[in-house]
């Protein structure tokens, strides 16, 4: 069945350094992608979206990427800080006419001082 | 403000007994969604809610799941006759009408033993 999947369960890197988390999703019908974070203990938080009409999205010091000939996601993040060690999700959504949305396994991201 | 509310925040049961679960939504929002989070997963959809809409129960994994909305806003998600695979957070989220955003509540955490 469809689903929205991470390549990389774990990411450590360096502080001050980027970070590229990757999702791939399988529908090629869903017109909107979003990346939430998600830290231990918590619900998730949302951190950017992007509709399928783009293929870039900037926030602060994150960007998403999307490539829809290889359905490919991405999340960037500029000068990785401890605090955004958490897990993120990818997420999908608009195959149908519900808003809800389908979520990949997440990444977990490990920001060493 | 206000952010999603959820009650209560950890819950353990016994095999074969009965639970509610609460979610406060936003105030103004009228779509309400619960999910369900496996230990190290992503989050499955259950159940969506919009407005006075039909609810969206295409997620909801057996019989023994059901949820009410009453007057557009509070809801609950009752298992009956619970099961250890039921074991799991349950999110809540909510978003305005027609919009993809949806912001989460901080889970209840249930143990069935």
């Not at chain 1, 958490?86 to 997420?91: P, Q, S």
């Not at chain 2, 999910?35 to 407005?51: A, C, M, N, V």
Request: contains cysteine; aromatic residues 10%.
């Amino acid at each position: 069945g469809e689903s929205v999947g991470l390549h990389l369960p774990t990411l450590s890197v360096q502080e001050g350094d980027n970070s590229i988390i990757n999702c791939a999703y399988s529908n090629s019908a869903s017109d909107y992608f979003i990346w939430y974070k998600q830290e231990s203990g918590k619900g998730p938080q949302f951190i950017i979206d992007i509709r399928s009409n783009m293929d870039k999205r900037q926030g602060q010091r994150v960007t998403v990427l999307l490539n829809k000939t290889v359905k490919h996601l991405s999340l960037q993040i500029a000068a990785t800080q401890p605090g955004d060690s958490a897990v993120y999700f990818c997420a999908e959504s608009g195959m149908d006419s519900s808003y809800k949305l389908i979520f990949g396994s997440g990444t977990r991201l490990l920001v060493r001082p | 403000g206000a952010g999603v509310s959820q009650s209560p925040s950890n819950k353990v049961t016994e095999k074969g007994k009965d639970v509610e679960l609460r979610c406060d939504p936003i105030s103004g929002h009228t779509a309400l969604y619960w999910y369900r989070q496996s230990l190290g997963q992503g989050l499955e959809f259950l159940i969506y809610f919009q407005g006075n809409s039909a609810p969206d129960k295409s997620g909801l994994p057996s019989d023994r799941f059901s949820a009410e909305r009453t007057g557009g806003s509070v809801s609950t998600l009752t298992i009956q006759r619970t099961q250890q695979e039921d074991s799991a957070v349950y999110l809540c989220a909510s978003s305005f009408r027609d919009r993809h955003e949806q912001y989460f509540g901080p889970g209840t955490r249930l143990t069935v033993t």
